[in-house]
């Protein structure tokens, strides 16, 4: 699990009273698509790595430096939001991309953007969750409770316009909250068509998922930019909603987990007081970018590994480590027990695949 939602089944889609989210293998990846597609609509730029300038406030720090490497891996995707609710992004390797306007790290492309401005006090944690076939690994980008509140309306609201658009020419458009109550994330959409602008501004103060409400029917067509703001960075989504594509960036909204009112899920070992924004999803050394089996790569497991060892919980490291070495590991006052199984079970998956057997299908979607 990533922490963040649950992927669900490969292509399902699931309909929020007219919102459709495609859950996929992965958020917000997929595989190659035909040039005319890849092509079209890109903004002026380069092919490659998209950051801004010094002004972002990365830092010259560890967490500087796994934030930029991260958004120069065109095999990396992000996500950003809550349990229940988020948006991805990922590029592909081939696709033009440029930096957002106003010095700020990040991506954008023809079909999304990235833009990432992240406080002093941000904490990735990188971890791993075991399954009986596989295994599946994301960092989660947290903030102290105290630092990641945002809005937290109930209701549709009228925010006016998006000045902090990562192209300039969408900074006209009017950005509405959608009112779904999430503690770490204003989930919104931009629009300037004035039929849409109209409707909006008709549902202001009603509960997107209120029984009668016809918004999000409206939306489900009308496929405005869906903007997710955070307190390290927001993601915008420019496809249709229910987006085709499958390497797209995208939306989730499931009002069935939301109604849990989790930050993130249970198999998730966020540190109490901390709280997960979104997370980054590195490729995983057992599937491509569809979800689907590949021959195990070790240059991407040692790659994570290093991410483990830089970011994780050390108590959950410190067990992982010690099973593969086949030693007893004892576990400090306060170490949570069922965490420090899910450690140990990730050691023994990817034994096989460490030690040349052959597991089979190996693993499940690496964003899980």
């Known amino acids: 699990m990533c922490g963040i939602l649950p992927p669900g089944g490969a292509g399902v889609p699931v309909r929020a009273r007219g919102i459709v989210t495609e ?21 002026a730029g380069v092919t490659g790595v998209a950051m801004g300038g010094a002004e972002t406030g990365f830092g010259d720090g560890a967490v500087g430096s796994l934030l930029r490497a991260a958004l120069g891996d065109p095999e990396a995707a992000w996500s950003l939001g809550s ?66 509140a945002m809005a937290g309306r109930g209701v549709l609201t009228e925010l ?6 990562a192209r300039g020419r969408d900074r006209g458009g009017i950005l509405f909250d959608l009112g779904l109550g999430l503690r770490a994330a204003d989930a919104c959409i931009r629009t300037a068509d ?24 409206l ?10 703001v955070t307190r390290v960075g927001r993601i915008e989504v420019f496809g249709p909603v229910a987006e085709p594509d499958p390497t797209a960036p995208r939306t989730h909204i499931l009002p ?7 930050t993130h899920a249970a198999t998730a070992p966020i540190p109490a007081g901390l709280v997960p924004c979104g997370a980054l999803h590195p490729p995983h050394p057992c599937k491509d970018a569809l979800g689907r089996t590949i021959p195990f790569r070790r240059v991407r497991h040692d790659a994570f590994q290093r991410l483990l060892d830089a970011f994780g919980d050390p108590a959950l490291v410190a067990a992982k480590r010690a099973a593969e070495a086949g030693r007893d590991f004892s576990p400090g006052p306060g170490t949570n ?17 460490l030690h040349g057997a052959d597991a089979g299908a190996a693993s499940l979607s690496h964003d899980a």
Do not use: K, M
Not at 337 to 353: D, E, K, N
């Open 256 to 262: 069935q987990i939301l109604r849990a009112r989790r």
């Open 337 to 353: 027990r069922r965490y420090l199984r899910a450690a140990q079970r990730a050691a023994a998956v990817q034994a096989p695949h």
């Open 219 to 228: 939306l489900a067509a009308a496929g405005p930019h869906r903007v997710f």
């Open 83 to 148: 349990f229940g609710a988020l948006a991805t992004f990922r590029r592909d390797r081939d696709e033009a991309v440029a930096p957002p306007e106003g010095g700020r790290c990040g991506a954008v492309t023809g079909r999304g953007a990235i833009a990432l401005a992240p406080p002093p006090g941000l904490r990735p944690l990188a971890y791993e969750t075991a399954f009986a076939t596989g295994w599946s690994h994301a960092v989660a980008l947290c903030l102290p409770e105290a630092d990641c």
């Open 194 to 217: 004035p039929a849409l602008l109209a409707a909006l501004r008709a549902g202001v103060g009603r509960a997107l998922f209120a029984a009668g409400n016809p918004l999000g029917d």
């Open 160 to 165: 006016g316009p998006d000045g902090g658009a």
């Open 23 to 43: 859950r996929g293998s992965a958020p917000g990846r997929g595989g190659p698509r035909p040039a005319s597609v890849r092509r079209q609509d890109a903004p």
